[in-house]
């Protein structure tokens, strides 16, 4: 400890966490003693701290040493931390925004990360979202049986698949056929479009409640939220469910 630069006593009463001290000695382990001596001598230990982050897959963690002194902010800035951290956290996300890869990839590891995070809680899809997704589909339990029967959700197939055209249609990609006792959805022509896009007047097309059609006819309005571990987009009403990643199955679900 009073190797390292920075004043780093102060761990004990700003940086309080378990496991930074068995990190610190795995890594002095690891160094051979004549060579961590041989740094600290020469004045390099902010070699020996960089070391030390590099183990610290962790979020907070990572943020509390940063608040610690100048020079462990300094170190705490490294590319090489936030780069494997950032993709460690994404690593299970169906849906990571292109301006954070693009910024990850450009050596902003830190700042895609963040961005990401704030991201996360965004319910407002933007048009080009809706309209890359192909989304999974099932009715609740609230639209009644007959729906739940036509489901293939609910008599233990995969999902059903649809997608939001940037025409303004809805296409039908999977239903139970009639012959299992479902409906042909796809004989039924279903448009969308966003309620609240005027509204907002924003440069970038979006919104987050979206109406959809059926033969004209409108269907309870959705409402845009987000899945709070894998950041996927869920468009949700009282009656039915679209999923921007893949819908867990009836048991999967139930458990």
């Known amino acids: ?87 460690q956290i994404w690593s299970d996300k169906s849906y ?14 830190k700042k895609a990360l963040a961005l990401s995070l704030l991201d996360r809680h965004r319910v407002r899809i933007t048009f080009e979202e809706l309209t890359e997704f192909k989304f999974d589909f099932r009715f609740k339990e609230a639209a009644g049986a007959f729906w739940m029967h036509s489901d293939p959700y609910w008599n233990g197939e ?10 303004g249609n809805v296409t039908v990609f999977s239903f139970l056929p009639q012959s299992m006792g479902g409906s042909e959805d796809g004989e039924n022509e279903i448009t969308w479009r966003f309620v609240d896009e005027g509204r907002a007047r924003r440069r970038v097309r979006g919104g987050s409640m979206v109406r959809v059609n059926i033969n004209g006819r409108s269907v309870p309005l959705y409402k845009v939220a987000r899945h ?12 039915a469910v679209y999923t921007s990643y893949p819908m867990p199955p009836l048991s999967r679900a139930a458990a």
């Open 158 to 167: 995969p999902a059903a698949q649809r997608r939001f055209s940037p025409e």
């Open 228 to 239: 709070p571990k894998n950041w996927g987009f869920i468009l949700h009403s009282c009656w």
């Open 1 to 87: 400890r009073n190797c390292l630069p920075g004043h780093s006593r102060v761990i004990a009463s700003r940086v309080s966490f378990v496991g930074l001290r068995s990190i610190v000695n795995s890594v002095l382990i690891s160094m051979k003693g004549d060579v961590f001596f041989s740094l600290v001598q020469r004045n390099h230990a902010d070699l020996v701290l960089d070391n030390v982050f590099l183990q610290l897959y962790d979020l907070k963690c990572l943020l509390r040493c940063s608040e610690v002194c100048k020079s462990w902010n300094y170190s705490s800035r490294s590319q090489a931390l936030w780069r494997p951290l950032c993709e």
């Open 96 to 109: 990571v925004p292109q301006e954070c890869r693009k910024l990850l990839e450009s050596g902003e590891a």
